[in-house]
């Protein structure tokens, strides 16, 4: 005879003893990938290498990179993904901008701590980790976004680019985020730099929650992190259950292309928009971008952004 509970039982003892059970976090409601996921989905160290620009950038241009204060993300069964940024994922990109002299500010929502997966640390990474040990202050009190609005965001505003740090997070409060959209559109408005990877560009979906205008990027090709594997991973415990909706269908519709399938560390580059495709792609990512902010503050004798020394 079939019975459902116990069945359940035996099912879930078995993905608890070939490790593809979502592990509970240990003080919260929400669970984090499974020991295979983890195995298969989080390295211990980074592609980062440290590059000699040649130059560096001495002014006050800086680099706004926007996150979620949102930990869990609902998934269709209920259960709570305990999520976040990427710690490599946003800490490979800063590490080269800030080595070519260019220096950041975090920003959320409401001015909220910034929400890192701290399972998803390289642990083995030195400079990952001293980076993140480093700055870790500038996450847990970041700039409100709301503020930053309200005072208006002007053509002569320090921040040059806009960075879009992924982890599952980045689908979680920002694409819904009025605040979020009116800063993307004037990052594409005033012709600055917007870099975003993974699941970061989940973020410029927020561009339609007050307008109706088509999307400032629409027709523009870019990378992201496939929506194949997203709806693979609960499988392998990666995530707790199926998400509730996913970023590249969602992208697509709003206008712009994701041209990867695969996470084999793409890059593209499109007039301003810099993306990638997983934490694969942070090292080249960090370097196209500081190397092209470098290329117009540092190497033109008269740059066109805003912000410039």
Not at 87 to 107: I, R, S, W
Not at 131 to 148: E, K, N, V, Y
Request: proline share 8%; charged share 20%.
């Amino acid at each position: 005879l079939y019975h459902p509970r116990k069945d359940h039982t035996v099912t879930s003892a078995l993905r608890r003893m070939i490790g593809i059970a979502p592990t509970p976090e240990p003080d919260g409601p929400g669970f984090i990938p499974s020991a295979l996921g983890l195995r298969l989905g989080v390295d211990k160290t980074t592609d980062y290498a440290p590059v000699d620009f040649g130059r560096t950038y001495d002014g006050p241009a800086k680099v706004l990179v926007l996150c979620t204060e949102q930990r869990y993300f609902e998934m269709t069964n209920g259960k709570l993904f305990s999520t976040g940024h990427n710690v490599t994922e946003t800490a490979v990109p800063l590490l080269h901008l800030t080595a070519a002299g260019f220096d950041f500010d975090v920003v959320t929502p409401t001015g909220a701590p910034a929400v890192l997966e701290d399972w998803s640390a390289p642990v083995d990474d030195d400079a990952v980790m001293g980076f993140i040990t480093q700055h870790r202050g500038r996450f847990d009190a970041p700039l409100s976004l709301a503020d930053l609005v309200a005072d208006g965001l002007a053509d002569d505003s320090p921040y040059v680019a806009v960075f879009l740090p992924g982890g599952h997070g980045a689908m979680v409060g920002l694409p819904k985020n009025g605040d979020v959209g009116r800063l993307i559109r004037w990052v594409a408005s005033t012709d600055r730099h917007l870099v975003a990877v993974c699941h970061g560009p989940a973020a410029m979906l927020a561009t339609r929650v007050d307008d109706e205008q088509p999307h400032p990027y629409a027709g523009y090709e870019m990378c992201a992190f496939p929506d194949s594997i997203d709806r693979r991973s609960p499988s392998l415990g990666y995530l707790p259950g199926q998400l509730p909706w996913f970023q590249v269908e969602e992208l697509q519709r709003q206008g712009l292309s994701v041209v990867n399938d695969g996470t084999k560390g793409d890059t593209y580059v499109l007039r301003k928009l810099y993306s990638g495709d997983s934490p694969r792609s942070c090292d080249e990512l960090g370097r196209l971008a500081a190397e092209a902010l470098l290329s117009e503050f540092v190497d033109s004798a008269s740059p066109k952004g805003k912000g410039a020394a």
